[in-house]
């Protein structure tokens, strides 16, 4: 079992920034992430993913406003954030961490970000409420 714990919601004005973190330990070096998000009433959709071999991908309606990034592994520990700018209240919900072994482009496709079923270990999520 890998705990995947996420940080860094909060409450912000449309148009300012927050910087999501998810961490878990290293379980393996060649592992693919993404960060989801659910709004009260919606299903739970992808937002941006980043696979083993460093490359990144993103929802069409967060690209250029959004950056998953990996930090480098600390105490057996990997970090991946996602900074969020010009954040806008369709942004609002509950964001989840997701994680799996690498690599999950090479298994399911471009679009791995998207797909709940691509992720073994999931975060309990982190609250993002953005006010217009």
């Known amino acids: 079992q890998v705990e995947v714990m996420e940080s860094g919601g909060g409450s912000v004005q449309a148009g300012g920034s927050l910087r999501l973190s998810c961490v878990f330990p290293e379980y393996t070096p060649n592992y693919c992430v993404a960060w989801f998000r659910q709004a009260p009433g919606k299903e739970r959709e992808g937002v941006a993913g980043?696979?083993?071999?460093?490359?990144?991908?993103?929802?069409d309606s967060v690209k250029g406003r959004f950056t998953i990034s990996r930090d480098n592994a600390n105490n057996d520990k990997n970090t991946v954030s996602l900074q969020m700018n010009n954040l806008e209240p369709d942004d609002s919900g509950t964001y989840y961490c997701?994680?799996?072994?690498?690599?999950?482009?090479?298994?399911?496709?471009?679009?791995?970000?998207?797909?709940?079923?691509?992720?073994?270990?999931w975060g309990q999520g982190t609250q993002v409420t953005v006010s217009s």
């Open positions: 997701a994680t799996d072994h690498g690599p999950c482009g090479g298994r399911y496709g471009s679009n791995y970000y998207t797909l709940e079923y691509a992720f073994g270990w």
């Open positions: 980043s696979d083993s071999d460093g490359s990144t991908t993103y929802a």
